[in-house]
């Protein structure tokens, strides 16, 4: 049985919206959610355009991409950086993860490594919204020691396979 798709009683009033834009415009690209034979809502990317635009009761051809298991994956993506925003926002320190687990807080951290093997770990970077601006009070250059705030901008990041030293659980 070929698969058939139709709009949700929901979504009734909106595929009446997207109708009348399609006659005005010719053509419209959205992303609309279906329900399948089973009745099982699935989410596309939906493209149309009418054979003849001039003609208002012209066929439409539709375009339809399943999107669902991206959209699944969008929001479970969201979920987990709204996830890991929490935990940086509560643990400043740090938090030790092990094979995707919270191990647990670590206080000063500290790693060490050779630079381009630390840097080809960076695993994810968080976007704007995870932007803090971190540094010290005291440079660490210097003869004698310099009393200068130094910082850094940098955002949330996520770095596999690191040796963390010291600290404080």
């Known amino acids: 049985e070929a698969p058939q ?5 929901q979504h009734e009033a909106s595929m009446a919206e997207h109708y009348r834009r399609l006659r005005e415009t010719g053509q419209i690209n959205l992303e609309l959610p279906l329900l399948d034979n089973r009745g099982t809502e699935r989410w596309f990317d939906a ?5 003849d635009p ?5 066929k439409i051809v539709w375009t339809l991409i399943d999107i669902s298991d991206k959209r699944d994956a969008r929001a479970a993506l ?3 950086q709204l ?3 929490t935990v940086l926002e509560r643990f400043p320190g740090g938090v030790l993860i092990e094979d995707g687990r919270m191990k647990g807080v670590v206080k000063n951290p ?6 381009a093997s630390f840097w080809r770990s960076l695993a994810a970077v968080g976007d704007a919204s995870t932007l803090q601006v971190l540094g010290t009070p005291y440079c660490g250059k210097g ?3 310099q009393i200068i705030g130094v910082g850094h901008a940098s955002p949330a990041c996520v770095f596999t396979d690191v040796d963390v030293v010291g600290g404080e659980a």
């Not at 493209?47 to 054979?51: G, K, Q, T």
């Not at 500290?110 to 630079?115: E, L, V």
């Open 143 to 145: 003869e004698p020691s």
């Open 54 to 58: 001039t003609d208002p009761q012209s």
């Open 110 to 115: 500290n790693y060490r490594g050779i630079s």
């Open 78 to 80: 969201a979920a987990e």
């Open 47 to 51: 493209h149309a355009v009418m054979l």
């Open 5 to 9: 798709f139709h709009a949700s009683p």
């Open 83 to 85: 996830r890991l925003r």
